[in-house]
């Protein structure tokens, strides 16, 4: 079995080869870098949501894998306190399209008023903790729970929770042939 990942990043790229090998010992993951076809910083649940989405069907359409995925990180602002929210989806090659929600936590307030003006997550997160690149190590998930939670970490419970529900499609079409 052929899997795609929609990225480059290598918390994201981690995430899908540690739940892939899991539970699909035999299956290759490939990574390619498409477009999330939303803006570099998402504002809400549904734009991470759609960014998610549209990074699996790219990957399916630029590769010949059977099974893509494509994970998003993005805010959302609940009553004046901004979250980091993280989405993802599976494309599977008859055209199932499944997306999940994963982790959301509270950014500081010093963090949202950047991210208002404009400003995207990963470089002020950088300026704020001094580390090169933090997207594509712990991230910011890493840092405000205090290294408890990284961000492969957090994107493997998402990828877990598609692959459960591809499994769990594949099984009750099984018992439907029978
Ligand atoms: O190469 P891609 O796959 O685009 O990886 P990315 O790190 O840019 O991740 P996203 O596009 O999904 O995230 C949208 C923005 O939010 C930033 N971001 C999201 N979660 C983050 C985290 O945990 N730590 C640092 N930056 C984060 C990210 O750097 C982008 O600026
Ligand atoms: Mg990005």
């Known amino acids: ?3 795609a990942v929609g990225t480059k990043n290598k918390a994201k790229v981690g995430a899908v080869e540690a739940i892939v090998k899991q539970f699909f010992p035999e299956a290759t993951v490939e990574s390619i870098d498409v477009p999330s076809d939303v803006s570099v910083q998402p504002f809400s649940n549904e734009e991470t949501r759609q960014g998610a989405i549209n990074r699996a069907r790219n990957a399916m359409m630029k590769t010949n894998a059977d099974i893509t995925f494509g994970l998003e990180g993005g805010v959302d602002e609940i009553e004046g306190t901004m979250y980091c929210c993280n989405w993802g989806a599976v494309n599977l090659k008859d055209g199932t399209v499944i997306a999940s929600s994963g982790a959301q936590f509270a950014l500081p307030e010093e963090i949202a008023r950047e991210l208002r003006v ?4 990963g470089p002020v997160m950088d300026v704020y903790t001094n ?4 997207r594509q190590h712990q991230g910011a998930v890493g840092i405000f729970t205090h290294n408890l939670i990284d961000r492969k970490a957090m994107f493997e419970h998402i990828v877990k929770l ?10 009750k079409e099984q018992k439907e042939e029978m």
């Open 118 to 121: 404009g400003m995207e997550l």
């Open 162 to 171: 598609l692959v459960g529900q591809v499994l769990f499609k594949m099984s």
């Open 1 to 3: 079995m052929k899997v």
């Open 131 to 134: 580390i090169e690149n933090i």
